[in-house]
C-alpha cells in the first residue's frame, strides 16, 4: 500500500507564495505518475498540476498555469508543487495523487487515473 504525505500547506496573504510537498512510502513511487488535485468547500475536487514518472510531460489547469510548478525530487519519492502569486480563490484543500497506470497510459487531469491518495493539506489564502 502506497502512503502518500503532504506538507507546506498554511496561511499566506494575495500574492504571496507556498511550497507544497509530497512523499511517497514507496520506492516503486519513482514509476508513478503524480498529480496534485484541490477541494473548496462547496466545490467538486479539481485537477491542478500532474507530472508523468520521469517528469518529461507535466500539465496544469487553466487557473493556475504560470504561477504554479509541480517538479520531482531528485531522489524521485517526492513531488512538490510552487505556488507564487496566490490568489484568494487557490484556497482549497490540497490533495496528492499518485498513479501507478504505465505508458503509455497518461491521463494527468482525470481523477480516476490516480490510484493513491494523500489525506489532504490546507492552503488559506487572505485577501
Known amino acids: 500500500q502506497v502512503q502518500l504525505v503532504e506538507s507546506g500547506g498554511g496561511l499566506v496573504q494575495a500574492g504571496g507564495s507556498l511550497k507544497l510537498s509530497c512523499a511517497a512510502s514507496e520506492r516503486t513511487y519513482s514509476t508513478f505518475s503524480m498529480g496534485w488535485f484541490r477541494q473548496a468547500p462547496g466545490k467538486e475536487r479539481e485537477f491542478v498540476s500532474g507530472?508523468?514518472?520521469?517528469?518529461?510531460?507535466?500539465e496544469y489547469a487553466d487557473s493556475v498555469r504560470g504561477r504554479f510548478t509541480i517538479s520531482r525530487g531528485n531522489a524521485k519519492n517526492t513531488v512538490s508543487l510552487m505556488m507564487n502569486f496566490l490568489k484568494p480563490e487557490d484556497t482549497a484543500i490540497y490533495y496528492c495523487?499518485?498513479?501507478?497506470?504505465?505508458?503509455?497510459?497518461?491521463?494527468?487531469?482525470?481523477?480516476?487515473?490516480?490510484?493513491?491518495w494523500g489525506q489532504g493539506t490546507q492552503v488559506t489564502v487572505s485577501s
Open positions: 495523487a499518485a498513479s501507478a497506470h504505465l505508458p503509455p497510459t497518461l491521463r494527468l487531469g482525470e481523477t480516476d487515473y490516480y490510484h493513491y
Open positions: 507530472i508523468n514518472w520521469s517528469g518529461s510531460a507535466v
